[in-house]
């Protein structure tokens, strides 16, 4: 028998689409079902001015397949030198919808991030007065803090302390993967939300080391253990609406992660929705789905539900995909959650 499930069309709150020939390649692969999506600044170099965001947002508008109707939401990375009037004039003319921290260091082309706080209070003032929200990538980079502990420290050292210094601050806890995170939004009813990937709620971390290494689970922050896992899961499908996606997809070639020093990230783009749609009917909350992928983010950042509409079917045979994704920049190996998923998006939706 075919279940269908009918939801306005999703927005992906945190996505990498590169530049050049890997933007050609997987933007299409987000296009086909979200209507919006965040796009992280982390290109080499970085996206720190209005200027750079627009010809960015132009550059995306021209890798996306005549026939999807695709805004994407472009986001500046915020440095020790970036100047607030730049940030406002971008966001006044429409260019920008947020802004993204990323600690010195914390990631994939972070070497520009912030490494001291108060060199950017500034800017942090001028968004909260101007209701900018800074997406935050919720990471210490200290290397004397374990990685596993990474989020929970960033949170008490350096998120409590930036939302106490700047109140009115709209934040996204980017890609939370600790119950400490979940616990910390729940706590904070003031303009704080998080969002969740994909693939944080398929895997924990044995999926990435016990058995042999497995570099395309890995990403960062990177899986935590299981109890986490759970806590991402009850949290996106408990229908509280400070939780919403944000896939962090974020494509890399093979051979840049099948390496002796890989990098991190998965490729979820392709197939996320499909996930999505098995984990919620898992915990029993496919209803709870269209608020987590479709109303819980634009009701966050102030903007309208998508008018169009996606429909999701489960059949009896399992949704197929490709396994990797061919770019003129390599292959990208899209995300396997390891399980048969029987939800595809219809076609002609
Ligand atoms: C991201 C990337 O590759 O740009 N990688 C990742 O593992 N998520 C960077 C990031 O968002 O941390
Ligand atoms: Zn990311």
């Given at each position: 028998?075919?279940?269908?499930?009918?939801?306005?069309?999703?927005?992906?709150?945190?996505?990498?689409?590169r530049?050049?020939?890997?933007?050609?390649?997987?933007?299409?692969?987000?296009?086909?079902?979200?209507?919006?999506?965040i796009?992280?600044?982390?290109?080499?170099?970085?996206?720190?001015?209005?200027?750079?965001?627009?010809?960015?947002?132009?550059?995306?508008?021209?890798?996306?397949?005549?026939?999807?109707?695709?805004?994407?939401?472009?986001?500046?990375?915020?440095?020790?030198?970036?100047?607030?009037?730049?940030?406002?004039?971008?966001?006044?003319?429409?260019?920008?919808?947020?802004?993204?921290?990323?600690?010195?260091?914390?990631?994939?082309?972070?070497?520009s991030?912030?490494?001291?706080?108060?060199?950017?209070?500034?800017?942090?003032?001028?968004?909260?007065?101007?209701?900018?929200?800074?997406?935050?990538?919720?990471?210490?980079?200290?290397?004397?803090?374990?990685?596993?502990?990474?989020?929970?420290?960033?949170?008490?050292?350096?998120l409590?302390?930036?939302?106490?210094?700047?109140?009115?601050?709209?934040?996204?806890?980017?890609?939370?993967?600790?119950?400490?995170?979940?616990?910390?939004?729940?706590?904070?009813?003031?303009?704080?939300?998080?969002?969740?990937?994909?693939?944080?709620?398929?895997?924990?971390?044995?999926?990435?080391?016990?058995?042999?290494?497995?570099?395309?689970y890995?990403?960062l922050?990177?899986?935590?253990?299981?109890?986490?896992?759970?806590?991402?899961?009850?949290?996106?499908?408990?229908?509280?609406?400070?939780?919403?996606?944000?896939t962090?997809?974020?494509?890399?070639?093979d051979?840049?992660?099948?390496?002796?020093c890989?990098?991190?990230?998965?490729?979820?783009?392709?197939?996320?929705m499909?996930?999505?749609?098995?984990?919620?009917?898992?915990?029993n909350?496919?209803?709870?789905?269209?608020?987590?992928?479709?109303?819980?983010?634009?009701?966050?950042?102030?903007?309208?539900?998508?008018?169009?509409?996606?429909?999701?079917?489960?059949?009896?045979?399992?949704?197929?995909?490709?396994?990797?994704?061919?770019?003129?920049?390599?292959?990208?190996?899209?995300?396997?959650?390891?399980?048969?998923?029987?939800?595809?998006?219809?076609?002609?939706?």
């Amino acid at each position: 028998m075919t279940r269908h499930l009918t939801l306005p069309r999703p927005d992906d709150w945190h996505l990498h689409l590169r530049d050049g020939a890997m933007l050609a390649a997987v933007c299409p692969e987000t296009t086909r079902d979200f209507a919006r999506a965040i796009i992280m600044p982390n290109l080499v170099p970085p996206v720190v001015t209005g200027a750079q965001a627009a010809a960015y947002r132009d550059r995306i508008l021209a890798a996306c397949p005549p026939g999807h109707d695709f805004t994407p939401l472009m986001t500046l990375y915020l440095t020790e030198e970036t100047d607030p009037a730049d940030v406002l004039r971008a966001h006044a003319e429409g260019i920008i919808t947020a802004v993204k921290l990323y600690p010195a260091g914390a990631t994939t082309n972070s070497a520009s991030g912030v490494t001291d706080f108060d060199r950017v209070r500034g800017v942090l003032d001028a968004m909260a007065e101007a209701g900018i929200p800074l997406c935050v990538h919720g990471e210490v980079t200290d290397s004397e803090v374990d990685i596993f502990d990474r989020e929970a420290v960033f949170i008490e050292r350096v998120l409590d302390p930036i939302r106490r210094a700047t109140p009115g601050l709209r934040v996204v806890l980017e890609h939370v993967t600790t119950r400490d995170g979940v616990d910390y939004v729940r706590a904070n009813d003031d303009g704080l939300a998080a969002t969740i990937t994909v693939h944080h709620l398929v895997i924990n971390r044995n999926h990435i080391l016990a058995g042999g290494i497995r570099p395309h689970y890995y990403c960062l922050p990177v899986a935590k253990r299981e109890t986490h896992r759970l806590a991402l899961r009850e949290a996106a499908s408990s229908g509280d609406s400070r939780f919403f996606l944000g896939t962090d997809s974020a494509p890399h070639a093979d051979d840049a992660k099948e390496s002796a020093c890989g990098c991190a990230g998965c490729f979820t783009a392709t197939n996320a929705m499909s996930i999505l749609a098995h984990v919620f009917e898992e915990e029993n909350a496919l209803d709870r789905l269209e608020g987590f992928v479709s109303r819980h983010g634009p009701a966050f950042y102030r903007l309208p539900v998508n008018e169009g509409t996606i429909t999701l079917e489960k059949g009896d045979t399992a949704a197929g995909w490709p396994d990797r994704i061919d770019t003129d920049a390599g292959p990208v190996t899209v995300f396997d959650p390891g399980f048969d998923v029987f939800w595809r998006v219809a076609e002609g939706a």
